[in-house]
């Protein structure tokens, strides 16, 4: 990911990336920026808040991403009333961690072809999840993907290696 002097991502492209960062072999370093390790911990931070969206499983994307949407919403919208519980959240979360079984998804699928409702969605998840047919079992391998920096370049059209003096 390459961000912004203010943390913010400008690009995931590996290639945009690298293309920014080329240079002729005899151009010689230049001196670390003193503002690159805070803006590799606020890339961190970027990378966490994304890895809510994208997991082990891969990017929530088609019934599963519609399913969840709609089920975030349902329990905002129905927050603190009888018909939210911690069976939906644990369906909620399961689903967002784990890809749908095939089964699931070809009976979610359907079930949104129909035009089902949201407390009938929310019903049918706790139906799928506690009869253990909602989402594939979680592998040792799956569970341990985390977001971590490999490796961080400053690229600075100018860079200031010492901070400024504020007086």
């Known amino acids: 990911m390459r961000v912004d002097l203010s943390g913010q991502p400008v690009s995931y492209s590996p290639l945009a990336i690298l293309q920014a960062a080329a ?10 920026d003193y503002r690159h ?14 890895a809510s969206v994208m997991n082990a499983a891969g990017a929530l994307s ?9 089920m975030s919403h349902h329990v905002t919208a129905t927050g603190g009333t009888l ?12 689903l967002h961690n784990r890809p749908l079984t095939e ?3 070809r009976i979610l699928r359907q079930r949104l072809r129909d035009g089902i409702s949201d407390h009938d ?16 079992v979680a592998t040792a391998d799956a569970t341990a993907g ?9 690229l600075f059209q100018h860079p200031q290696v010492e901070e400024p003096d504020n007086a």
């Open 37 to 50: 390790h805070a803006l590799v911990a606020e890339a961190e931070t970027v990378a966490a808040k994304q």
């Open 23 to 32: 240079c002729p072999q005899e151009v010689p370093g230049a001196p670390l």
């Open 83 to 94: 018909f939210t519980d911690d069976i939906l959240a644990d369906a909620v979360e399961a």
């Open 62 to 70: 088609g019934t599963r991403r519609r399913i969840y949407q709609r």
């Open 146 to 154: 985390e977001t971590h920096i490999v490796c961080s370049v400053g």
């Open 103 to 105: 089964n699931a998804d």
């Open 121 to 136: 969605v929310a019903e049918l998840l706790i139906a799928l999840h506690r009869d253990d047919i909602l989402c594939r």
